[in-house]
């Protein structure tokens, strides 16, 4: 009976659970089973989950956006700092290239002042240099001085392309600041040498240069004032030995006699402008010298010509007694062109007692010529020659022996010895032109 009844209670089916759903008259019923029981827990414990974490989110979002903000602020903020600064930067080269090219236009000012100083040098000495050469004077080097403008025209386009050079970076540069502003226009450098830095390596080569050219002329203008008055020294040396006078340095010409003005102090001359000055000087006296030394018969009237009979005292030919002989005697062939020693004007044309046919030349300084025994006189009385020009032809008129040319030289009427005048004559000539 025991053993019945516990078998019948262990064997007892579980009560379910059953839900009625009553709607008026309709009456459902469900039955609750315990997986769904599970389900609705958990679907309780996600909106539960949920609710929660919306509530924290609209709690912190006002926090979250606030500190989001301000991290904004702060990078919106260096970045402005660093966009001033990179400007500030910018303006710092583009002032300092501005400056830069101001300087190298100051400087390529200067070298054109320069260049053109020298140039109006050049120009100076171009007539000096003329007359030095004229005068015989080593002056066939010419002095630098027009050659070095085109010299300075490119350095200066030179220069002008460094500046253009600079002045394309630094609008690239800028470019790369205003625009995208990325790092690698933050961290811009400048560049390694600046206008100022390469125009003063490029003015430093020109002024070495111009002054380079300014000491030759300064040297070369020295030498030739040397010269010139070394010249004119050893021309007025052997014409002191005969008592000729020599204008003295300085003294006006004759043909520029008609001048005048008020006296005013020369403007900024310089060391070189007085050097020009000792250059002419020098050049005027030497040409006053040798144009003094020209216009004098130290030349042999019949170069190569045998010497027939000396100055000084002489047997007669005629007489057979003791006579001064008061010139030279050339030999010559009958009707040979007879020209004379110095340019002068002819004072006597004609028959002159034993001189036979004889012309006689006035050189000046109290110096004049004659010429005898000539078979045909070619010039008269009055006629201005030439040492080129033929005066007559040799025979052997007057007071003579035989076919020759009897040459006298006269200094204030006395006759001289003509040969000290051409011993004198071949010392001038290292010194005619």
């Known amino acids: 009976m025991t053993h019945a009844q516990q078998s019948l209670v262990f064997g007892k089916r579980k009560q379910e659970h059953i ?41 912190l979002r006002d926090d979250l956006i606030g500190a989001t903000m301000a991290r904004q602020a702060r990078m919106q903020h260096d970045y402005e700092d660093r966009i001033a600064a990179l400007r500030a930067q910018v303006d710092r080269l583009t002032s300092r290239q501005l400056l830069d090219q101001q300087v190298v236009e100051d400087k390529v000012d200067k070298l054109m002042e320069q260049q053109m100083a020298l140039t109006s040098r050049h120009g100076k000495l171009g007539s000096l240099l003329d007359r030095a050469e004229s005068s015989g004077l080593s002056a066939t080097e010419r002095l630098p001085g027009q050659a070095y403008a085109p010299d300075v025209k490119d350095k200066r386009a030179s220069l002008s392309g460094a500046v253009q050079t600079v002045q394309a970076q630094l609008a690239t540069d800028e470019g790369q600041a205003g625009g995208t502003l990325d790092e690698a226009a933050l961290a811009y450098a400048p560049a390694p040498e600046t206008v100022g830095d390469h125009a003063d390596r490029v003015f430093s080569r020109v002024t070495l240069s111009l002054k380079d050219v300014e000491q030759t002329q300064r040297s070369r203008v020295a030498q030739l004032t040397t010269d010139a008055e070394g010249t004119a020294d050893a021309i007025g040396r052997v014409l002191s030995r005969f008592s000729i006078p020599i204008p003295a340095e300085g003294a006006a010409p004759k043909d520029d006699s008609a001048v005048g003005g008020p006296y005013i102090e020369p403007e900024g001359a ?41 100055f000084g005292n002489r047997r007669d030919p005629f007489l057979g007694r003791l006579a001064l002989h008061s010139g030279i005697d050339f030999r010559f062939a ?11 004007k002819v004072t006597t044309a004609g028959w002159t007692g034993g001189y036979g046919n004889m012309v006689e030349i006035d050189h000046g300084n109290g110096i004049s010529t004659r010429y005898g025994h000539m078979s045909e006189i070619l010039v008269k009385a009055g ?32 006759a001289v010895d003509p040969i000290y005048f051409m011993n004198a004559g071949l010392k001038l000539a290292s010194y005619m032109k």
């Open 270 to 310: 310089d060391d070189f402008d007085g050097s020009l000055v000792q250059l002419d000087g020098a050049l005027t006296r030497l040409e006053t010298v040798r144009s003094t030394a020209e216009s004098l018969p130290f030349q042999n009237p019949a170069l190569g010509k045998e010497v027939t009979s000396s």
């Open 19 to 59: 839900l009625i759903l009553a709607s008026g008259d309709r009456v459902r019923h469900l039955m609750v089973r315990p997986w769904m029981a599970a389900l609705g827990f958990c679907f309780l414990g996600v909106f539960a989950i949920g609710y929660l974490l919306a509530t924290s989110y609209l709690v």
């Open 334 to 344: 009958p009707g040979e062109k007879v020209r004379p020693t110095a340019p002068g």
């Open 383 to 414: 006629d201005t020659v030439d040492r080129d020009d033929t005066i007559g032809l040799a025979g052997s008129t007057g007071r003579s022996t035989g076919t020759h040319l009897h040459y006298e030289v006269r200094q204030n009427g006395r």
